[in-house]
């Protein structure tokens, strides 16, 4: 079984368009993530919850809204979609609760390739 | 500021070559976390270590080495005798410990082509 698992694997929509991704883990874990990666690779942070509680929200305009209907669920819902919105989207989750969560491993889905045209 | 810098972004090697992937990290706290994920052609993010600031002892696995030196704030990571299948795209990250906002903060990755 996949521990993370994200839904679709590729997504390729107008501009202007509304989408979600999903993802879910397996593992038990308390708190999970969003991370976007560019063309260039760079991985940046976008959200983390701890079970349901929006903890990080890193200046991510608000067309992006994480919902997270139970701890080992975290969806992501584009609104408006624009070109610049293309990358690669990595759900992510770990153990452990708000405090000294740092130290825990993140473990990562196979990522959502949204290709925006 | 906390930072990662992966200096180089792409090197290529001959199969059997050894290779060092350099990671240098800036944070002023005293307690933080170090990792090293693997990103294949085939896109996921594979978690391959784990490493706190109070622990600079130096890790083996199999072809794979870790050197922490907190004197240089540097955690490169060495591939022995690599093969075709270590090609990808290798990230360092640095996450932090304390108050709630725990987050990945990754350099900017380096590809590794190994040929044979």
């Known amino acids: 079984d996949t521990a993370v698992s994200q839904t679709p694997k590729y997504l390729v929509t107008q501009m202007g368009n509304d989408k979600s991704i999903k993802c879910e883990q397996n593992l038990g874990h308390d708190t999970m993530y969003w991370y976007k990666q560019d063309s260039k690779k760079f991985l940046k942070i976008m959200f983390s919850?701890?079970?349901?509680?929006?903890?990080i929200n890193e200046t991510v305009p608000n067309r992006f809204s994480p919902k997270s209907p139970d701890k080992a669920h975290l969806n992501l819902h584009i609104n408006s979609l624009e070109l610049g919105d293309s990358a690669v989207y990595f759900c992510?989750?770990?153990?452990?609760?708000?405090?000294?969560?740092?130290?825990?491993?993140?473990?990562f889905g196979a990522g959502t390739r949204l290709s925006v045209l | 500021a906390q930072k990662v810098t992966q200096a180089q972004t792409e090197i290529s090697v001959v199969e059997k070559e050894d290779v060092t992937l350099d990671c240098v990290y800036e944070?002023?706290?005293?307690?933080?976390?170090l990792f090293w994920y693997k990103q294949p052609p085939s896109g996921e993010l594979v978690f391959l270590i784990r490493?706190?600031?109070?622990?600079?002892q130096n890790e083996i696995s199999g072809r794979y080495s870790w050197n922490f030196q907190k004197s240089t704030s540097s955690f490169n990571f060495t591939i022995t005798a690599s093969q075709v299948v270590d090609s990808a795209v290798y990230f360092c990250a640095l996450s932090l410990s304390g108050g709630g906002s725990e987050k990945l903060v990754f350099g900017k990755g380096m590809k590794l082509t190994v040929n044979p």
């Open positions: 490493r706190n600031s109070f622990d600079e």
């Open positions: 992510a989750s770990s153990q452990g609760g708000r405090t000294g969560a740092a130290k825990n491993i993140q473990y």
């Open positions: 944070t002023r706290d005293t307690t933080y976390y």
């Open positions: 919850y701890n079970n349901k509680e929006l903890i």
